[in-house]
């Protein structure tokens, strides 16, 4: 039993100094287990419809629960988190703004490759190791599992907070058929502050640490296929593509740093596009400038839509 966790400790050790290496801010390891907590709650956001048209939240609700049924023979979960954080504003002040995340290449393909390295020399290093990888692409409770492996705390906003780095990451998992030294959870740190409830113009943040997704500024303009509602008309601010203003108002933020990862920097010229430049955004310039941004998903009438609302 004593080689066993020291065979377990050893590894969370190497694995957690390698995904550093890989430009990872954050790793936390947990034991696949149910979320029984979690049931109750999923189940009422969904049955109030918080969801919206986001279907897919309401799908694979066994897996979305327990990783042991989305990946057989899952043993260890692993959270692990990466910084997006860039405060580069637009050159010209009223243009429309995009959430920093979007501001680079897709981060699927970022993260997604270097979990995918990460998998590589776990096995170069330990043998047969099985598992999967998912970044935002899976019925998985990421922020919850974060959470459980003590990388931050979940935040009246909804989103992972770490009290030394913030909000602004990417959440990505790693469910291995091998045991390794798990972490704790840390302590909620939100106290009575309630500025992402105050500030949030549409009232999505409905009462701390509950989220109606349908009434979000990021749903509106990702999500949503048809007209934007009109009540909603003069609340997005500049937003026309996701919405960090939550995260702008939060006073653990002040921690966070620049990134460093040249695939998520901006697209050149993206930053220096004045109102007119959106407003003339043509399908075929769409295409080109964001062919590998996450900016493709809102499709080129989605977002000419968003531009014409604000």
Not at 67 to 82: C, D, E, N, Y
Not at 138 to 148: F, I, S, T
Request: net charge neutral; proline share 5%.
């Amino acid at each position: 039993m004593l080689r066993d966790e020291l065979l377990a400790s050893k590894r969370a050790e190497w694995l957690k100094l390698k995904a550093l290496e890989l430009g990872f801010s954050s790793v936390g390891i947990s034991v696949a287990q149910e979320l029984t907590d979690e049931a109750p709650r999923l189940e009422k956001w969904l049955n109030e419809g918080m969801h919206g048209e986001m279907n897919y939240m309401a799908g694979h609700f066994d897996k979305r629960l327990d990783p042991r049924k989305l990946v057989p023979g899952t043993k260890s979960v692993v959270s692990l988190l990466f910084n997006y954080h860039n405060p580069d504003m637009p050159e010209e002040e009223g243009t429309p703004r995009i959430s920093q995340y979007a501001l680079g290449k897709d981060y699927h393909y970022v993260i997604k490759w270097k979990l995918k390295e990460l998998m590589k020399l776990m096995r170069e290093e330990w043998g047969d190791v099985e598992g999967r990888v998912f970044v935002d692409s899976a019925p998985v409770l990421e922020r919850v599992w974060a959470m459980k492996s003590g990388l931050g705390w979940v935040g009246k906003n909804s989103l992972l907070i770490s009290k030394k780095k913030g909000s602004y990451f990417f959440l990505a998992e790693m469910m291995l058929d091998i045991k390794l030294s798990t972490d704790g959870p840390v302590l909620d740190h939100c106290g009575d502050c309630t500025k992402c409830l105050d500030a949030c113009p549409t009232g999505a943040i409905i009462k701390p640490y509950v989220v109606d997704g349908s009434k979000c500024i990021s749903y509106f303009t990702i999500e949503l296929k048809d007209a934007i509602p009109e009540p909603m008309a003069g609340k997005f601010g500049d937003w026309i593509f996701g919405c960090d203003i939550c995260q702008e108002v939060c006073p653990w933020n002040r921690h966070s740093e620049r990134h460093t990862e040249p695939e998520l920097l901006p697209k050149p010229g993206l930053l220096q596009m004045t109102k007119s430049d959106w407003l003339d955004l043509s399908e075929d310039v769409f295409n080109n400038n964001f062919k590998d941004s996450p900016i493709k998903r809102t499709g080129f009438k989605g977002l000419k839509r968003n531009i014409h609302f604000i």
